[in-house]
């Protein structure tokens, strides 16, 4: 049976002289205060652009199951300046025998509009649609929406939160990121999956493996606590991946990554200096081209001194507990 996507994909090619911003994307996002910081990050490592409104428009097609923060995805078939120009070009689509809804899609940062007027859109739009009507488990689910004056008609692809499987995990450690922030992260290191190599020199528990797997990003992981590896393979195996984890100090890792994920252990389980900060940090960039680092202290001269230049960073809040997550890369050599 064909998929929705690939119903998108095929079926409506013959439209292509009505489709205005053809493989345009439009995100609908939405995230608690605490993490908007973060969101916004990721944001930028996905598109090169945020949006604090929570609704951004881009050609970069992202699942929206990869993000914990974004709801939906609008696979734009035709923008406009008007509504009835819209309904004009949905009157074109010949859905034949497959059965379909059309949805008001709300964005947290756009204007209120009433339940009403959302109805009222809802149903003149889809009485242009010829199709089968089905408001239970239609076959297609098409959004419309207004954004600062311009309407928006598509497909609509909404997010499946995997990131809450996750918590269920046999094995957890008190001091790991909760797996909503471990899956920003990793998509905030890894936003183009293809042909990347990651690690996790200080994986834990393995929450951020776990979150990166799930999204099929090559990743391995090592610690140097082994008192926890075993349940870190358990946690992994648990949701059904594979990968290699290692006991190994991050200072004895070889080999070369495009980008190391780094949530800094030692900050939390006991005082570190600043002399084994850039120790650590100095090793990684012997193996990784970039790293993300995830920290609850100032950093920013070791990270300088051992050979990184910042070049992105957001904030996470949970209380009066901040950690910062800062995105680097190798320094050109003077």
């Not at 008190?174 to 020199?201: H, M, Q, W, Y």
């Amino acid at each position: 049976m064909t998929s929705m996507y690939m119903w998108s994909r095929i079926d409506l090619k013959g439209f292509d002289g009505l489709v205005i911003t053809p493989g345009s994307y439009l995100y609908n996002y939405a995230f608690p205060e605490e993490e908007k910081s973060l969101c916004m990050l990721e944001m930028r490592s996905f598109f090169g652009k945020d949006s604090e409104e929570g609704i951004i428009e881009s050609s970069v097609e992202i699942d929206p199951s990869r993000s914990p923060f974004i709801r939906e995805r609008i696979d734009v078939l035709f923008k406009g300046n008007d509504l009835h120009q819209i309904i004009a070009r949905v009157k074109e689509l010949e859905l034949g025998e497959s059965t379909f809804k059309v949805r008001y899609v709300k964005a947290a940062g756009l204007d209120k509009i009433a339940f009403e007027e959302r109805r009222r859109i809802e149903r003149r739009v889809g009485l242009a649609v010829k199709g089968i009507p089905e408001l239970d488990n239609p076959v297609l689910i098409f959004g419309i929406v207004e954004v600062h004056g311009f309407w928006y008609f598509g497909q609509l692809h909404n997010s499946e939160q995997v990131w809450l499987q996750h918590q269920h995990k046999p094995n957890s450690y008190s001091t790991a990121l909760g797996t909503r922030v471990a899956r920003a992260v990793a998509n905030i290191a890894v936003p183009e999956p293809a042909g990347v190599k990651a690690i996790d020199p200080c994986c834990g528990i393995g929450t951020v493996v776990v979150e990166a797997l799930s999204m099929g990003i090559d990743i391995v992981g090592s610690d140097n606590n082994p008192l926890i590896l075993t349940g870190t393979r358990e946690n992994i195996a648990h949701f059904g991946y594979s990968t290699d984890i290692k006991f190994i100090d991050l200072r004895e890792v070889t080999g070369h990554y495009d980008v190391a994920i780094i949530d800094m252990p030692y900050n939390l389980c006991s005082v570190i200096t600043p002399e084994e900060q850039l120790d650590m940090l100095h090793s990684t960039r012997g193996f990784a081209d970039k790293a993300v680092i995830v920290t609850i202290e100032p950093i920013d001269p070791v990270i300088r001194e051992a050979g990184f230049e910042i070049i992105d960073r957001g904030i996470v809040k949970k209380g009066n507990f901040t950690r910062e997550v800062i995105v680097c890369k190798k320094a050109l050599k003077n």
